[in-house]
């Protein structure tokens, strides 16, 4: 079982940046790929970037690349999403998911973390 916690949301001024954490508990998390997704006002919930199990894999959405970055640091059980050149557009409620696959839906997931960027 994967229990995720995400952090570090909140208001920030366009141009700027924030990290996003997830803190995963369970034996077995770093057997999952990692995912962060995120539900904008009147959006359906969308993929983000993910990262599979040993890092050596990452993707993106097109609209986040060259701005947004996922790592993970399994010892800590940690998965983080640093978003730098924050938009408008990415004001979203963001989820981190755990999943057999990297980009899959099926597994575990976060309650949410809220960011809001101002123009």
């Known amino acids: 079982q994967v229990q995720l916690v995400e952090s570090g949301g909140g208001l920030v001024q366009a141009g700027g940046s924030l990290r996003l954490s997830c803190v995963g508990s369970g034996r077995t998390f770093t057997t999952y790929s990692m995912g962060w997704f995120r539900q904008a006002p009147r959006k359906e919930r969308e993929f983000v970037a993910g990262?599979?199990?040993?890092?050596?894999?990452?993707r993106y959405t097109d609209s986040v690349k060259g701005r947004f970055t996922i790592s993970r640091d399994n010892a800590k059980n940690t998965v983080y999403l640093q978003m730098n050149s924050l938009k408008p557009e990415d004001t979203a409620v963001y989820y981190c998911?755990?999943?057999?696959?990297?980009?899959?839906?099926?597994?575990?997931w976060g309650q949410g973390t809220q960011v809001t960027v101002s123009s």
């Open positions: 990262i599979n199990w040993s890092s050596s894999v990452t």
């Open positions: 998911n755990a999943d057999k696959d990297l980009g899959g839906t099926a597994g575990y």
